[in-house]
């Protein structure tokens, strides 16, 4: 017999207690919230209890809410686990908040799951999430020179340097942008009577 995902969702609001603020059902997946001070001993539950037993972490992604309206709590940035349980088929989202948004730090799960790890390292280099404890924690799709985190919602559009190829140092270097910034939203033009509108 196969559990309902509401079930599901008591299960894990029985087992993990106080950890969980939030839980929902939305588009036929679990959603949970859980507290980031017990965020390390939650997921070793996840991972190790029997009626759980999420052995898997599928991805790893971060998230910059500082201009999402409805968000749970006031922190802007997170962590988004996508765990599945191979025992019990089943599939669990579970959302993290860092609680600093100038620095925001969070224990890294590498330990738990060791799929995290180069996950961990993109959010690091995107978001600039720190993740204590994670082995080797260092840029991983841009250059180490880079300037920022450019998944952040108030990352320059042209970004802050430019890189181009010098003939006479014979070699890349890095200077400031040169592009000038400008709106990219189109403008809609429309007849003075459109839509019967005078």
Partial sequence: MTESIEFQQERIRDILGENVIESAIRFDELSVTLREDSWLS???ILRDHADLKFDQMIDLCGLDY?????????ARFAI??????LDHNKRVRVKV???DDELPILPSVIDVWPAANWFEREAFDLFGIIFTGHPDLRRILTDYGFIGHPFRKDFPISGNVEMRYDPDQQR?????VT???REIVPRVVREPN?????
């Fill in 42 to 44: 939650s997921a070793q």
């Fill in 66 to 74: 500082s201009e999402f309206s409805g968000r749970v709590s006031g």
């Fill in 80 to 85: 988004v686990y996508h765990l599945l349980s």
């Fill in 97 to 99: 908040f860092a609680g």
């Fill in 172 to 176: 890349v270097v890095y200077q400031p």
């Fill in 179 to 181: 592009i000038e910034p």
């Fill in 194 to 198: 459109y839509g019967g509108v005078k």
